[in-house]
């Protein structure tokens, strides 16, 4: 995009100028990243109809649940935000909609010649009900409305309630161009994150929050030319439609949550993950045919004592020797370094990085000059850095900072198609769901973010999880499905589209571990095969001690 592109226009339709907290953000960002401008505030007038009284809606057959709903389920994204000051210069548009059956509501042709005279590319709804008639043509890009759920699974809803109720793992949210049939709107942006099932508001905050800026990446899309999914088919779904739960279906959500609360915080100080290292005599590109791992194929590292575990394998050949990188997790201090070491039995290891700073994931990469560079997850530092290897010393010295600002989790880069790329996830809470890329023209040079990002939102295949590789001239990255549990198992995707401006892949095999283990997360190519790492849940006094003293009586309750 160009400066000097003209900003798209766009409307806000809400109930009142008290929108929540995340509606606020999303307004928020595009204002911020200078893509379009407020041209109107169109607010819905008072229908008219007479709510039930203020406590009578509690002794009614949802009852149970809308108590519930009031007293216990309070995430930050649904506080409310006064935008007055935000639009105060604002076109501001009052409108009585005309109601034609039970819920669909049309604009009057007065409000809609208002509204098509400020000429808005596109409207955000954030309030009315069942929008249909030629409202829903007047924006050039239409009218974009969210649906916190996966309209796979269920229309509807309510957020959050039901994919805890049926004990889904993953729950959806969509970003569509709404039309004339219900349910049935074009999709702009998809993605999943992993469910909260002991939480319902740690469920809602994860869905909002995580969404806020899909309307900035449509507007550069749009920008960029890059927005030829506006031109896709409706969607279809056979899902069921589901409304506000009687009091017998809350019961049941109550005594689920209850149970996967005991279930949570029992795995996390009972059931710590304990990860061992593995060499397999085959290459990556081996797995795309034939993922499946059996126990005769496993060469294991030596097992680490129950206090500690090592994964996130990586290794290279200097031509005299053979080095192993990993990270080392203490249990009793709840922190990781990177190590290396010249054999399987960990004898002759040492710390590779001399900074104290946590450090994980060592991806390496080796040019045809043998010579060895490694970029470790660092996202403590707040940075993503690059590293060479010192081979007199059996070290990685630091020689340049990639993203002084960012510190990707799981970083992993390649070369391809003339360029660098660089992959790796959000920090906090995009740490699993997040996708971001990097591109830059020489290794050490300046890397710019994809126009994308975050290019991908989903549980199930956004994490890096080791060497990325080109198999007949398509390129192949590994990632993570931490969407049962984390590192579940790896996809192999294969990336259809990768430029400046667009990204997508697809799933092309799945790696599971074999029987006996519940998990794999890391996969990485060695000279004559691959590393993996895969788990097994352990108890140990040393992790039940360290992870009680983090969470305190406070957070058990």
Known sequence: MTETLKPLRFGVLCNSLVLKQWQFECIQHIIRAGLAEIAMVVVKEDDGL????????????????????????????????????????????????????????????????????????????????????????????????????????????????????????????????????????????????????????????????????????????????????????????????TRIPGNLATHGFLFRKFINYIRFQYSSLFRNDHWQLFMIGRSLAGFIGQPEITHEELIPFSRSPRRLYRADPFGFSTGKSDFYLYEKYDYKTLSGQVYISENECFTSEKKAFVQQVHHSYPYIFVFSDNRVYCIPESCASGQTKLYEFDETIQEFKQIAVLLPDIGLVDPSVIRYNGRYWLFGTSGGNGSNTSLNIFYAETLTGKWSPHCANPVKLDIRSSRPAGTMFVHEGALYRPVQDSSNTYGGRIHLCRVEKLNDKEFSEMIVATINPPAGFTGIHTISAIKDGVLIDMKKPKAGWCAFWSVLGRKGLKGLI
Not at 68 to 92: E, G, H, M, Q
Not at 117 to 126: V, W
């Open 50 to 241: 007479k709510p039930k009284g203020k406590f009578a809606k509690y002794f009614s057959k949802n009852g149970l649940y809308l108590l519930y709903d009031r007293l216990f389920v309070k995430p930050a994204v649904l506080k409310p935000v006064d935008i007055s000051a935000l639009v105060s210069d604002k076109t501001l548009i009052r409108v009585k909609t005309i109601r034609k059956g039970k819920f669909s509501e049309y604009f009057p042709e007065e409000s809609i010649a208002q509204i098509r005279a400020l000429q808005p590319d596109f409207m955000l709804r954030f309030g009315f009900g069942i929008l249909k008639g030629e409202i829903l043509d007047v924006p050039k890009y239409g009218i974009w409305s969210y649906h916190h759920a996966d309209e796979q699974f269920h229309r509807g809803g309510p957020t959050g309630f039901w994919e805890i109720r049926r004990k889904k793992n993953i729950s959806g949210v969509l970003l569509q161009r709404l039309t004339e049939k219900i349910d049935s709107g074009i999709i702009l942006r998809k993605g999943w994150v992993k469910t909260v099932d002991h939480s319902l508001s740690g469920l809602i905050q994860s869905l909002y929050s995580s969404t806020t800026e899909w309307p900035v990446l449509i507007c550069r899309d749009i920008q960029n030319e890059c927005a030829g999914y506006f031109q896709n088919s409706p969607l279809v779904t056979e899902a069921p439609v």
